[in-house]
């Protein structure tokens, strides 16, 4: 094979296809990743899902005869802020959403770009998962039923769990945001664009 058709076929396996995403089996398939593979590979579920909405939000307004609300350069590429902005603007996330987004991207950006070991068990990466879940678990049953406890004291294997279900419900709630009929996404859109000052 040669060099081209090699990084051809390379780039073919990044293109996912965002008319069947399929979030719980990607995040099934990551699970077993060391700390760092999980806490670099699971926000791609979220990249993927942020593009899928733009697509399947651009087919729904031109199936209704109206202009792709999002540009080719807004689909594309990976966490940017354009993207995250674009669809922040047409209501695909909201504000809450938006930040976590951000969230997962600094833990995803430290992961793969420091030099030292990353896991869940790193200081940092548990203040970042409390922006993620709730940072106090109550304990249910035993001795200490009731009791409360943060979740910066608890061990890394139960975070890496909980990082995983916090991608894969934020990458979840993503792609069905556009999941309603155009026009009542459409009003629902314009109703969010005017609380926030955007029209």
Same mark, same amino acid.
């Given at each position: 094979?040669?060099?081209?058709?090699?990084l051809?076929?390379l780039?073919?396996l990044?293109?996912v296809?965002?008319?069947?995403?399929?979030?719980?089996r990607?995040?099934e398939?990551?699970? #077993?990743?060391? %700390?760092r +593979?999980?806490?670099?590979?699971?926000p791609?579920?979220?990249?993927?899902?942020? *593009? &899928? $909405?733009?697509?399947?939000?651009?087919?729904?307004?031109?199936a209704?005869g109206?202009?792709?609300?999002a540009?080719?350069?807004?689909?594309?590429?990976?966490?940017d802020?354009?993207?995250?902005?674009?669809?922040?603007?047409? #209501?695909?996330? %909201?504000? +809450?959403?938006?930040?976590?987004v951000?969230?997962?991207k600094?833990?995803?950006n *430290? &992961? $793969?770009?420091?030099?030292?070991?990353?896991?869940?068990?790193?200081?940092?990466?548990?203040e970042a998962?409390?922006?993620?879940?709730?940072?106090?678990?109550?304990?249910?049953?035993?001795?200490?039923?009731?009791?409360?406890?943060?979740?910066t004291?608890?061990?890394?294997?139960?975070?890496?769990?909980?990082f995983l279900?916090a991608?894969?419900m934020l $990458?979840?709630n993503?792609?069905?945001?556009?999941?309603q009929?155009w026009?009542d996404?459409?009003?629902?859109?314009?109703i969010?664009?005017a609380?926030?000052?955007?029209?």
């Amino acid at each position: 094979m040669d060099r081209q058709k090699l990084l051809s076929e390379l780039r073919a396996l990044t293109k996912v296809s965002l008319a069947s995403i399929d979030i719980q089996r990607y995040i099934e398939n990551i699970s #077993g990743e060391s %700390d760092r +593979g999980v806490l670099i590979l699971a926000p791609t579920a979220i990249e993927d899902a942020l *593009a &899928a $909405a733009l697509i399947r939000l651009n087919e729904k307004a031109i199936a209704a005869g109206e202009p792709p609300p999002a540009t080719a350069a807004q689909i594309e590429g990976s966490f940017d802020a354009k993207r995250r902005a674009c669809a922040e603007e047409l #209501g695909i996330i %909201d504000e +809450g959403m938006n930040d976590r987004v951000k969230i997962v991207k600094a833990i995803r950006n *430290a &992961a $793969a770009h420091t030099q030292d070991g990353v896991t869940f068990d790193t200081p940092l990466v548990k203040e970042a998962l409390c922006f993620l879940i709730d940072p106090v678990m109550k304990i249910k049953d035993g001795p200490l039923a009731g009791a409360e406890m943060s979740i910066t004291t608890l061990p890394g294997k139960i975070l890496r769990g909980s990082f995983l279900m916090a991608c894969g419900m934020l $990458a979840t709630n993503i792609v069905h945001s556009v999941d309603q009929e155009w026009p009542d996404l459409h009003r629902d859109r314009m109703i969010r664009a005017a609380q926030f000052g955007i029209v």
